[in-house]
């Protein structure tokens, strides 16, 4: 994931729902239903707005690094490593 081609217009460090989700390679109605579920990325509201960081979202992917398809992620980002 390239950090520099997701900037926004204005050079900030905030992605609306449409390029947070193309980041990530999910559509934009796939993104909102995560974020009313609770099950995406961290977001920040300014207003009615909804923004997203993208170390936020590459923080929220890597937590969901898998090795196999058995819905277990391959680590925990929380425990301490062995």
Do not use: C, Q
Not at 7 to 16: A, C, D, V
Not at 27 to 44: D, I, K, V, Y
Not at 55 to 67: C, H
Request: aromatic fraction near 10%; charged fraction near 25%.
């Amino acid at each position: 994931m390239d950090d520099k081609s997701f900037k926004n217009k204005r050079g900030g460090p905030f992605l609306n729902t449409i390029h947070a989700a193309e980041f990530l390679k999910l559509s934009p109605r796939t993104l909102e239903n995560m974020r009313r579920t609770g099950e995406g990325p961290p977001f920040h509201k300014h207003g009615s707005r909804v923004f997203y960081t993208i170390p936020e979202l590459v923080i929220w992917s890597n937590a969901r690094l898998m090795t196999s398809t058995d819905g277990k992620p391959s680590f925990d980002p929380h425990e301490p490593s062995k």
